[in-house]
C-alpha cells in the first residue's frame, strides 16, 4: 500500500511498484485524493481519499479492515498523509514509523514545540532552538518584529516547496510580508528567528543508512532552493555536526526504518547547528537519484524493502562521481510555456555544454542526466522565484572529472541557462539580430506597413 504522494512524484511511485511487483510478487493498492488515469496505470488499485480528510482514517480503515490479511507492506509517501497514514497502517497492523510523533514532520509549528520541550537536550549537543510564535494577524507579525529588530522569517505551518517562506529584514513592510503569508493564515502561520548560521544542508537516507546533501539556496527575501550537490564538501568536524543534529531531529519526529529528509544550517566553524524542518519522507529535487548515481543504491529500492522488513547495511560505498540537481528560471519576469522551444532545440544540454566548456572539461566529464520541464501549461514566472514551483525546468548532471568542484559547475551552469533558454525560444540577442537582418515577407510588409 502506497499513501499518497506529490504529483511531482508519479516516475518514483512507478519505479516502486514495479519493483514491488518484481522483486516481492505483490499487487499495489494507492490511496491518494482525485486520482489519475495515470494512477491506474502504475498501481494495479486505486482508492479515492483524501489524507488531510478529517475522518481518513476511520473511512480507510472501514474500507480496508477486513481486507487486513491482504497487505503485507505499506509506506507513506507525502507530507499530507505523513501523519494519518501512519496512523492507519499502525491501524492495519503493518510496519512503520510512529504515527504519534508524525505529525512535527508536518506541522512545522508542532516541531518547534517538540523542540522547545526538549531544549535542554538539545542545546548540550550545540542544536539551537529558535524562538517562534505563531500569528493570525498583522498586530501579531509586529510584536514578533519588535522583539526580533535583525529580522525574521515567517512561514505557513504545513507548506512545502517553500512556498510562502518570505524573509522579514530591517525597514521591510510589515503589511506585504502580511499579505504574502494571508492565502496560508487558515492552517497556520509561524514567525521565527533567523538562524545565525550561513551553510545549509540535508541530512538524507533511509533507516539508519544517511548521507549529506549540500543545498544551494537564493539569498535575499524568497530563501528558495536552487540547487543540491551530492556528496556536501564538508570535512570531519562539519560532517559529524550536521549527523548530529540530523539524527536528534529523527528521535523527535520519531523515524526509525522510513525515509528522512531534515534540514540543518551549520555554523562556519561546525560549532552549532539548527534545524530549518523535517521530513519523514524520500527528499524532494532528485536526491536519491543524485545517491543512485554517486554511491550506486537505489533507495527507493531499499524503502520497499524495508516496508516489507528487510534492512540492508548502514555503511555507504565511497562516492563514484558528484552529482547535483538544479533548478532553471527564466531571465526576466514572463509568461512561459515549453512549447515556446523552437523544436528540436536542447536548451539544457546547451548550457551544460557551454558549462563544461568554460571549466576546460571533456563532454564525458559533465554529463546530462535528467532534464524535466516543471509543468507544460503557460505559466506566469518570476526571475526572482519565490518559490520552487516558480522555475520552468529542472536538470541534473553528473561531475567525474578529478579535482572540479560542483559547487563552481552548478554556479556557471545557472549562468549559462538564461542565455540557451533564450536562444532556443528566439528572445536572445543572436535570435533578434537575426529576425533583424532577414527580409520580410511580402505579407509581414504590409502588416508593417499597417
Request: aromatic fraction near 8%; include cysteine.
Amino acid at each position: 500500500m502506497i499513501i499518497d504522494y506529490n504529483l511531482s512524484r508519479v516516475d518514483d511511485v512507478r519505479h516502486m511498484s514495479a519493483y514491488a511487483r518484481e522483486r516481492h510478487g505483490t499487487e499495489v493498492t494507492l490511496i491518494r485524493a482525485d486520482p489519475s488515469a495515470v494512477d491506474a496505470e502504475i498501481c494495479d488499485e486505486v482508492i479515492d481519499l483524501d489524507p488531510l480528510s478529517p475522518d481518513f482514517v476511520e473511512t480507510a480503515e472501514r474500507l480496508l479492515g477486513p481486507r487486513r490479511a491482504e497487505f503485507r507492506a505499506g509506506v507513506v509517501f507525502s507530507d499530507n498523509a505523513v501523519q494519518s497514514g501512519a496512523v492507519l497502517l499502525e491501524r492495519l497492523g503493518l510496519r512503520i514509523d510512529s504515527a504519534e510523533l508524525a505529525g512535527g514532520a508536518f506541522c512545522k509549528h508542532e516541531y518547534r514545540l517538540s523542540e522547545a520541550a526538549h531544549h535542554k537536550l538539545l542545546a548540550a549537543q550545540r542544536l539551537l532552538v529558535p524562538d517562534f510564535v505563531t500569528v493570525d494577524s498583522r498586530e501579531g507579525l509586529a510584536d514578533f518584529a519588535r522583539s526580533h529588530p535583525d529580522g525574521f522569517v515567517v512561514k505557513p505551518t504545513k507548506e512545502g516547496n517553500n512556498r510562502g517562506v518570505v524573509v522579514v529584514r530591517p525597514g521591510d513592510s510589515l503589511d506585504a510580508a502580511f499579505a504574502e503569508v494571508g492565502p496560508y493564515l487558515e492552517g497556520g502561520v509561524i514567525c521565527e528567528q533567523l538562524l545565525p548560521y550561513r551553510r545549509e544542508y540535508s541530512f538524507d537516507g533511509l533507516g539508519q543508512v544517511s548521507f549529506v546533501t549540500e543545498k544551494v539556496s537564493a539569498t535575499g527575501r524568497y530563501p528558495v532552493e536552487v540547487a543540491q550537490i551530492l556528496p556536501a564538501r564538508l570535512n570531519h568536524a562539519e560532517r559529524s555536526a550536521v549527523e548530529r543534529a540530523g539524527r536528534q531531529v529523527n528521535w523527535l519526529v520519531g523515524q526509525v526504518d522510513g525515509p528522512f529528509h531534515n534540514e540543518i544550517r551549520l555554523s562556519d566553524d561546525a560549532s552549532g547547528t539548527a534545524v530549518v524542518e523535517p521530513n519523514r519522507r524520500p527528499a524532494g529535487m532528485k536526491i536519491w537519484s543524485l545517491a543512485r548515481w554517486v554511491y550506486g543504491i537505489d533507495f527507493y529500492h531499499r524503502w520497499v524493502d524495508a516496508a516489507f522488513g528487510i534492512t540492508a547495511g548502514s555503511a555507504l560505498p565511497e562516492p563514484l562521481c558528484s552529482a547535483a540537481t538544479v533548478m532553471l528560471g527564466v531571465r526576466t519576469d514572463r509568461a512561459f510555456a515549453p512549447a515556446d522551444v523552437a523544436p528540436g532545440a536542447t536548451p539544457f544540454e546547451d548550457a551544460v555544454a557551454a558549462t563544461a566548456a568554460a571549466h576546460g572539461l571533456l563532454p564525458h566529464e559533465l554529463a546530462v542526466k535528467e532534464f524535466a520541464w516543471l509543468s507544460p501549461a503557460r505559466r506566469e514566472l518570476h526571475a526572482t522565484a519565490r518559490d520552487n514551483a516558480d522555475f520552468a525546468a529542472q536538470g541534473c548532471v553528473v561531475l567525474t572529472a578529478a579535482g572540479a568542484d560542483m559547487s563552481e559547475v552548478v554556479r556557471t551552469l545557472r549562468d549559462a541557462w538564461p542565455d540557451a533558454l533564450d536562444a532556443s525560444t528566439g528572445r536572445g540577442p543572436r535570435a533578434q539580430e537575426r529576425a533583424a537582418a532577414a527580409p520580410l515577407e511580402p505579407t509581414t510588409m504590409m502588416e508593417a506597413a499597417r
